[in-house]
């Protein structure tokens, strides 16, 4: 038997209720609130405030896919406070998560975390201990030590990586995910998906992270048609929490793979929602792996059935997602797809992907298929 191993330190909380353990985890300590505006966040925010006291400072003006220039507004603002807490609390999605790991790192100081992430500059202190409370089923950040940051200026999907960008503790309530909408819901459902799937076909897979992956694709695909139905059912917003956890406790040992490569200059230079634009061409990338790795295979299969109608079956299940069925639907044309594609294998995640390039297709459209693309 090969030998493999397991790491991930987060101290892990789930389930109905658990958001009320916020207080017991933050001990008195002081802390920073990262989080939205919005009224849906209201309710936590005050949950929160009630177990912990009032945060030293409450960072709320977060966008989706921080930016550099947002994340310098947000380190001016900490530094004009005045103050260096304790604790950073993360109440949000991925971007709030992303947000609170780029302060952590730098402690409020922008160029600390910039001069790190450019140049791998020692970092000053280790990184503030944070406590991520997800709102959305999806991004995986909060059982990882890397945040995904964008230089909007010039172009660039940047990542932080750090062992002290691990949260010390996650608290997954399924509650606060109730009333996400339908779009929310399927992208970041369809990214932690993204995340099961390629954690499988991974030069950094093993035995226990197929295990959590192939769990987490069975749980994921049946909440999505769950909530596809009625958004407000309760067990399939548990079984989407449970799927994106075992998601990330694999993907957190693999990284993830060619799929995440291909979806970053879509979002970038299409406004595509990352989980989007990194599930859309999983039966594509599928066909490429197939047939080139016993175990992955035998993970395919649990998941899909017979491994030939394998592609064909998780299309037909993004189909009827409405998720288009080719690159030409977000406005590419197939000189920058192939330029995409080439890229996304030559990079450090399509180095993680066992498949072959040669095996996948490079052209925009989908001549078997055009659904999705009007």
């Not at 789930?14 to 916020?22: A, C, K, N, S, T």
Request: proline letters at 7%.
């Amino acid at each position: 038997m090969n030998k493999w191993s397991f790491h991930n330190p987060v101290h892990l909380h789930f389930g109905e209720g658990v958001l009320d353990d916020i207080g017991t985890l933050l001990s008195g300590r002081s802390y920073l609130l990262v989080t939205h505006r919005d009224d849906v966040m209201s309710p936590w925010r005050d949950r929160i405030a009630m177990h912990c006291g009032a945060p030293d400072l409450a960072l709320d003006e977060i966008e989706p896919n921080p930016s550099l220039e947002m994340l310098r507004r947000l380190t001016t603002v900490m530094s004009a406070a005045d103050i260096e807490p304790e604790v950073i609390i993360a109440l949000g999605g991925g971007s709030v998560i992303d947000t609170a790991k780029f302060l952590a790192a730098g402690r409020g100081c922008y160029r600390a975390a910039v001069q790190y992430i450019d140049g791998g500059t020692p970092l000053p202190r280790r990184p503030l201990p944070i406590i991520a409370i997800p709102t959305t089923a999806g991004t995986g950040s909060d059982l990882t030590k890397w945040a995904t940051v964008w230089d909007t200026v010039r172009g660039r999907k940047l990542s932080l990586e750090h062992d002290g960008l691990y949260p010390e503790a996650t608290v997954i309530d399924p509650l606060l995910m109730a009333s996400l909408p339908w779009s929310v819901t399927l992208s970041s459902g369809l990214d932690a998906l993204s995340h099961a799937l390629e954690s499988i076909w991974n030069v950094n897979a093993n035995p226990l992270t197929r295990r959590f992956a192939v769990n987490a694709a069975r749980d994921i695909m049946a909440a999505l048609q769950r909530l596809g139905r009625n958004p407000d059912d309760r067990n399939g917003r548990l079984q989407m929490a449970l799927g994106a956890m075992r998601a990330g406790l694999a993907f957190s040992n693999t990284r993830t793979a060619v799929a995440h490569n291909i979806s970053y200059p879509l979002t970038l230079n299409h406004d595509v929602p990352h989980g989007i634009a990194c599930s859309f061409c999983l039966p594509e990338v599928m066909e490429a792996v197939i047939g080139i790795d016993a175990a992955s295979d035998e993970a395919l299969a649990e998941i899909f059935g017979v491994l030939p109608d394998a592609p064909a079956r998780l299309r037909a299940f993004l189909n009827d997602l409405d998720v288009p069925a080719a690159a030409a639907a977000f406005g590419v044309e197939d000189s920058e797809w192939r330029m995409i594609v080439e890229r996304a294998f030559a990079g450090p995640r399509g180095r993680n992907f066992i498949g072959a390039q040669a095996r996948f297709p490079w052209r925009t459209g989908a001549p078997d298929d055009d659904r999705g693309q009007s």
